[in-house]
């Protein structure tokens, strides 16, 4: 399995990543950064962190109260939004799951719908959407590919955390899914608020109406496929090289300078 990190320096996605999955930041010293930080980015400013993946307690403006992310702490500090890394997670979740999140750090997860409004709409931030397949049809070589969306966020649950963002764009060859969803409402497999999408692709995620959507990233993992299967209901992003199979996928939302 390629392992995802990203190095904002470079703009990319590395190659180092740790295998454990229980593995703690550990503050420098005796300090505490309770609630101090509005993001991940300031939690990497501080300097208390020395290791590459953290679990700290961000406290953005519009939050009541501080919560606890996912951050990726290599050259800045990025919130993990979702990753499908195992396939051990059912993303097939309610609409209350899918507003608090669910699932494990370091592993696979949705960070929540309520966080996500919270961080993108205390400071600008960037999507930055990873999929990891295979490089090329006769071999085994998996790479990562990446597409971009600036100034990325989500509305209140009061307009049903509606999917809005600036401009996309690609380093490598991963397609655009997001603009056709641009405005959409986010759907659950007990609130569908687009035709029976969520419940056709049994999963939460934002969906237009007739098409529903060309990607599911919180579908089934289904690493033992080297091809989409065109299943709905299996994770996938499309136009994808090759329609290559999905083998771990990841969300990272990072704090705009």
């Known amino acids: 399995m390629k392992n995802l990190f990203l190095d904002a320096a470079e703009s990319t996605l590395g190659q180092a990543r740790s295998r454990t999955i229980n593995r703690r930041a550990k503050p420098k010293g005796h300090q505490s950064l309770y609630g101090k930080s509005h993001d991940c ?5 501080s300097g208390m962190y020395d290791v590459n993946k953290a679990k700290l307690w961000i406290f953005p403006k519009l939050a009541p109260v501080p919560f606890k992310v996912e951050c990726w702490m290599k050259n800045v500090g990025v919130t993990m939004m979702q990753h499908q890394l195992y396939g051990n997670v059912s993303f097939a979740r309610s609409w209350a799951s899918y507003k608090s999140g669910f699932g494990f750090y370091f592993g696979d997860l949705w960070l929540g719908n309520d966080p996500v409004y919270y961080i993108t709409n205390s400071r600008p931030h960037t999507l930055r ?46 397609g655009d899914c997001l603009t056709i969803l641009k405005n959409t409402p986010f759907s659950t497999i007990d609130v569908n608020n687009v035709d029976t999408c969520a419940s056709d692709f049994n999963a939460g995620w934002w969906f237009t109406a007739g098409t529903c959507s060309a990607c599911n990233p919180n579908g089934v993992l289904r690493r033992d496929l080297v091809y989409w299967t065109h299943n709905v209901k299996h994770t996938h992003w499309t136009p994808v090289p090759h329609n290559f199979g999905i083998l771990e996928m990841a969300m990272l939302l990072i704090a705009s300078p």
Do not use: P
Not at 41 to 45: D, I, N, P
């Open 41 to 45: 980015s300031e939690g990497y400013e």
């Open 129 to 174: 959407i990873a999929v990891v397949t295979l490089t090329y049809t006769y071999n085994h070589v998996e790479m990562v590919r990446h597409h971009t969306y600036t100034n990325f966020s989500i509305s209140a649950e009061s307009s049903q955390y509606r999917l809005s963002f600036s401009t996309e764009s690609t380093d490598t060859d991963l």
